[in-house]
Structures are given as C-alpha cells and as structure tokens.
C-alpha cells in the first residue's frame, strides 16, 4: 500500500462502525490523494459543469468557505474511493488547493441512483442520458425497467435511445451543441425519415436557430407542399396477343407521379429596403419589439432588428 493511501487511512481511523450505518453521523475528512472518479460516471468531461470557468467560480468559493455538502464515495481498491456523487466538488476543491474534503461512505450506491440525482438536478446533458441508456440496453434491461429504475416514462427511455442513432446531419448539429432539446431532435429525426433534403438544408445553415418553433415550422411546411402536390395515378398498359392496350394486371403495383402546383411558392422570400440596402425578412426569428423584425441585409449578411415603419416592401420572391 502507498504511503499517501496509509496516510488517508489513518487520518480517517477504524471504518468498520461507519460502514454498517455510512450517514447516520459527521462526515469523514478524506484524503484527496485516496479520492477517484468512477470510470462509468455518466457525466462526460464537455458537460457545462465540468468547464473550466465553472469549476474556478466553484473553487473561489470553495477556498472563501470550504465543502458545504460533503460528497458521497464508496470504497475502492487498496484502500482507496471511488465517487458515487460531487466529481464537481472534488475537482473544484483540487483547483482550491485543498487537501482533504468532507464525505460520506455509502457502499450500496450503483450508476442507475447515481444518474437518478444527476436527472433530477438536471446536471447530465441529453447525450449522458442517452448513453447511459445505451449501455443498460447493452446489458440486456428492457427499456420499461430503465425507466422504472430511474423513475421516468417508458417514452422518456425511448425518446432518449434515438439520440444514439440519429442520421449525421442531425447527430452534428446535437454533437455541435445547437440544440439538446430531446423533442426538438425526435421532432427532426421524423422529418428527416420523410424529408431528408429540407432537414438537410435547413441545418446547412449554421445560423439557423434550432428551437421547438423552428422545427414546427418546418414540418408545417412540409405538410403543406405535400398536400399542395397533386397525386396522379397511371395505370400501366400491356400489348394484348392482338396488339392492343389493355389494363396491366391489377396485382402489379401502380406507379405513381407528383405534379408540383405552378401557382405555389416553394420558399417564400419577402425582399425589402433597407437604408438603401436590399434585404430579406427573417421569418424564423422572434420579433426583437412588437411591430418589428430581424432582418438580413443581401450583400453582405448582416442580421440587424428594424420596425417596419423604416423598412419598405420591394418583392415576395422564391424557389
């Protein structure tokens, strides 16, 4: 055994007593040498807890006032623990230059109690979840007795598991950060099953806000080119033995042909002037005043808000 690990084990004396009842009295003052992170936290090292301006303001405040809530640990190999909950604060409280840090042991900690508190402190972000999901699935638990055991609906596992196997125009843009709406990423994924080329352009647009209005706007507009397509149905034809057409064998599957509306505009553009300058309406963005709008100048791209009152209309154009 090392000589930091002796030194933690006798800075914290006989454990024998507090391991039959871990929190019925005060905190140990642990070691941080003897202290590890689990390997199977959910929590990933991007998670906005983990940045480093969020672990120096809780290290700031941990050297003005020290560890208010002891962490949680179990142990470990030679005499060492592993976190069950406060990866955080022990970070932190290595930034601080502390030397120890209080905590409970509780032994009877396992990863589905760990990620039910991160849940219900809203710490984990979608993917963590997601992963952890994944590798319940993995081991063989059904997606009811995930949610059982950390107290969701069967939809939330559900909802969840597809962000492992999203189509990689949408799994760049939720590994990129634009949107860790879970609905917003189902809501896209099912459009994407349908209308793979206007999900594709829509996220081209690294400008373009990724929010629950934004994608219903988009699968309205999808809805409605569909219904706005006429359907025609031809029935093939087939040369009988005298020559002449008749109907092709009702049990071979028709053909079918969509005819666009020439009347209907594709996308909709509202062109105005602005200062002198040409620019388009932004339609996908919340008005910044009432009686006012975001805007986008065409030669260069600026995006600027105007009451209507300073802009005049030019043209409705589109595709």
């Known amino acids: 055994m090392k000589k930091n690990q002796l030194a933690g084990l006798a800075a914290i004396g006989?454990?024998?007593?507090?391991?039959?009842?871990?929190n019925t009295s005060a905190p140990l003052e642990i070691s941080l040498d003897i202290v590890d992170e689990d390997p199977s936290q959910p929590r990933s090292n991007d998670n906005p807890g983990f940045s480093k301006d969020s672990l120096e303001e809780m290290a700031a405040s941990i050297r003005e006032r020290g560890v208010k809530t002891p962490i949680s640990v179990r142990a470990g190999a030679d005499g060492r623990y592993l976190i069950n909950h406060g990866a955080r604060r022990v970070r932190?409280?290595?930034?601080?230059?502390?030397?120890?840090?209080p905590a409970f042991i509780d032994d009877d900690y396992s990863d589905a109690d760990r990620v039910i508190e991160n849940i219900q402190r809203e710490s984990l972000t979608a993917r963590e979840i997601a992963d952890f999901i994944g590798r319940e699935i993995s081991r063989g638990l059904k997606k009811g007795e995930i949610a059982r055991r950390i107290g969701k609906s069967p939809a939330y596992v559900t909802q969840h598991l597809t962000l492992l196997n999203l189509p990689e125009p949408i799994a760049k843009a939720f590994i990129a950060g634009r949107t860790n709406d879970v609905t917003v990423l189902n809501e896209l994924n099912t459009a994407y099953k349908s209308n793979p080329t206007e999900v594709e352009e829509m996220l081209a647009d690294e400008d373009q806000e990724i929010s629950r209005g934004t994608v219903k706007a988009l699968r309205d507009f999808i809805a409605n080119e569909t219904s706005d397509n006429r359907v025609v149905v031809n029935e093939p034809t087939i040369n009988n033995e005298n020559g002449n057409q008749t109907a092709k064998d009702p049990d071979q599957p028709k053909t079918t042909s969509k005819k666009a509306d020439p009347e209907k505009i594709k996308r909709p553009i509202i062109q105005v002037e602005h200062d002198g300058r040409i620019a388009h309406l932004l339609l996908n963005r919340r008005p910044p005043t009432e009686g006012g709008a975001y805007f986008k100048y065409v030669d260069d791209g600026h995006e600027f808000g105007a009451d209507f009152s300073t802009v005049r209309l030019i043209a409705l154009i589109g595709d």
């Open 92 to 101: 932190a409280s290595k930034i601080a230059g502390k030397a120890t840090i």
């Open 14 to 22: 006989d454990l024998s007593a507090l391991l039959k009842e871990p």
